[in-house]
Each structure stands twice: as C-alpha cells, then as structure tokens.
C-alpha cells in the first residue's frame, strides 16, 4: 500500500485545513486509517483513527488534544482518508501523517501501523 498525504498548508489560528491520504497499490478495506503529527523536537503522535466497516462509517477515536476539533473519515469508494480539521491551534503546527494497518484494530501506537504517508506540513501562525 501506497500512502499519499495532502492539503497542509499555512493557516491563521481559529482556521480550517482539510488533509487527504490517498492510497494506491491496493484497496483499503479491512485497514485502520490513522493520523499522526511531528512538531519539531517532538516525537510522533496519534491525532485520529478510523476502522474499516462495510456497512457504516467506521469507529472512530480521537487523541484528547484534538477531540473537538478534528473530524477523521474515509471515503472507500476514492480509497481515502480525510482528516477535516476546524479551530486550528499554534500548537497543532506539525508535520501530518497518514497510516494504515490491517489488522483492523483501533490503534493509537505507531507501532501497529505498517504503511505510512510522506507527511504533509500544517503551519499555525498569525
């Protein structure tokens, strides 16, 4: 699996950014989509993940730091991921990243997640 992280960008405080994983090499059904963000000098962190589940949306669970605010859903027909976020904060500035693990548990470790996206910078700053 093939994992393409876009739509970061610069953002006033209070804003919104939409990010997008696309996924190519196979489909995604049966995988977790997961969210992660860097800040500099940080470790990598869980923002948001979502299960796979054919009748309905997915589960959903969400970091604390960005329940809210954040909005993670997947369109399975496109074979992406969104991650809608809204009232942007100087500290959500990082580098996003999208995961995919086929396990098809509700993970917040980095570790359980085998496929990872380049990254997409989301910039908070008046």
């Known amino acids: 699996v093939q994992l393409q992280a876009s739509g970061g960008g610069l953002v006033q405080p209070g804003g919104s950014l939409r990010l997008s994983c696309a996924a190519s090499g196979r489909t995604l059904s049966g995988y977790t989509m997961g969210w992660f963000r860097q800040a500099p000098g940080k470790e990598r962190e869980f923002v948001a993940a979502i299960t796979w589940i054919s009748w309905s949306a997915g589960r959903t669970y969400y970091a604390d730091s960005v329940k809210g605010r954040f909005t993670i859903s997947r369109d399975n027909a496109k074979n992406t991921v969104y991650l809608q976020m809204n009232s942007l904060k100087p500290e959500d500035t990082a580098v996003y990243y999208c995961?995919?693990?086929?396990?098809?548990?509700?993970?917040?470790?980095?570790?359980?997640?085998?496929?990872w996206g380049q990254g997409t910078l989301v910039t908070v700053s008046s």
């Open positions: 995961a995919a693990d086929s396990t098809g548990g509700l993970w917040v470790e980095t570790k359980m997640y085998v496929y």
